[in-house]
């Protein structure tokens, strides 16, 4: 398997329309994925239900990647995600990533701080919502 980033992982999930969550989950994600969002900790299935409700709110978006550092099993990055949801509001979320690899190149675990930019106060639980 390759090894993935942020980049691929969220446009797998998010941005392929009519993609499948579960194989996208499956090619970048390991079975004892964790992860923690500004504090919050879930599990692979609570990022799949996270997932599935960001899918619900989301039509279209973008990710670009200001900085990213790989060193062996470990990965970081800063990144800024645009969303435009069904309503047509955008919203502008920087991330900073720390992850681990799992040894066949998917995340095991991602620890995530972000920071919204632009968009309603209520884009500030985007990226914890389920």
């Known amino acids: 398997m390759t090894t993935t980033d942020i980049s691929r992982a969220l446009n797998d999930l998010l941005f392929t329309p009519g993609g ?73 979320t920087e991330v900073y990533l720390f992850a681990e690899m799992a040894p066949d190149g998917r995340f095991r675990r991602v620890e995530e701080t972000t920071l919204l930019i632009s968009g309603h106060a209520d884009d500030r639980n985007l990226g914890s919502v389920k």
């Open 20 to 92: 499948d969550l579960a194989a996208a989950v499956e090619r970048h994600f390991a079975p004892d994925y964790r992860q923690r969002t500004n504090g919050v900790w879930s599990d692979r299935e609570g990022f799949v239900q996270h997932m599935t409700a960001l899918r619900s709110l989301v039509r279209d978006g973008r990710v670009e990647i200001h900085d990213e550092l790989r060193d062996g099993p470990r990965y970081a990055d800063r990144h800024t995600v645009t969303l435009t949801r069904n309503d047509g509001s955008i919203s502008v």
